[in-house]
């Protein structure tokens, strides 16, 4: 057990439709990452917040927004769902702002129909 | 944009035979990251190594860090059924946005 929590654990949604992903980071830990894992693919970045505010952005779609509230927690919201945004969806955390040593938790299954 | 290649893309092993995967980075890095994935599972941190010429070990395991900070490579002496997963290098630019690019992993299935 990581320490991260994500919740949920599986989304099934049709196409058009809008999801909100959650994701609380370690104890102590200020950067949350946003990544995306395609059936056989490496981890993409997404997205970086540290402390609130946003500190690195990937390759991350217009129709994906993040926001990471006061007490540290980050949400990734994914609107107008294609089939193609079907995926694994990671959240980490690191303790500092650098993108070092990070901890991911169990993932979001997201499928669009 | 900076690219981090990793090969073999699959490795099957008998049991008890070493394993090596190699990471090759389009530019220089800060550091490089290893983790490791189960199947089913999400990615776990195994190590960082920042120096050049670094050389890290974790009881069956070592890692290596490139002269010029480009390249990497984990190696796994007499593998055993529980090194089973996928193996990711990361690595985090010297120059530019800090952001970790990941490789493309080596996927490690082992023969009992």
């Known amino acids: 057990d990581s320490g991260v929590t994500q919740t949920p654990k599986h989304l099934i949604t049709a196409t058009g439709q809008r999801v909100t992903l959650r994701c609380s980071p370690r104890s102590g830990d200020l950067s949350v990452y946003w990544y995306q894992q395609s059936l056989d693919q490496g981890l993409q970045f997404l997205i970086q917040y540290y402390n609130g505010e946003e500190r690195a952005k990937g390759n991350i779609l217009e129709r994906f927004s993040a926001q990471q509230f006061p007490d540290l927690h980050s949400e990734l919201n994914l609107s107008s769902l294609e089939l193609g945004d079907s995926a694994l969806y990671f959240c980490?955390?690191?303790?500092?702002?650098?993108?070092?040593?990070?901890?991911f938790g169990p993932g979001t299954r997201l499928t669009v129909t | 944009g900076q690219q981090v290649m990793q090969i073999p893309q699959y490795q099957h092993v008998q049991e008890g035979e070493d394993f090596t995967t190699y990471c090759n980075s389009s530019t220089t890095l800060s550091n490089i990251q290893w983790y490791k994935q189960r199947p089913g599972g999400h990615p776990v941190f195994l190590i960082q190594l920042v120096k050049s010429g670094e050389v890290k070990k974790q009881k069956r395991l070592t890692f290596q860090f490139g002269e010029a900070k480009k390249n990497s490579s984990l190696h796994i002496t007499a593998t055993q059924t529980t090194d089973v997963g996928t193996y990711f290098c990361?690595?985090?630019?010297?120059?530019?946005?800090?952001?970790?690019?990941f490789g493309q992993g080596t996927r490690l299935t082992i023969n009992p």
């Open positions: 990361a690595g985090v630019p010297a120059e530019g946005a800090q952001k970790l690019v």
């Open positions: 980490a955390s690191s303790v500092g702002g650098r993108p070092y040593e990070q901890y």
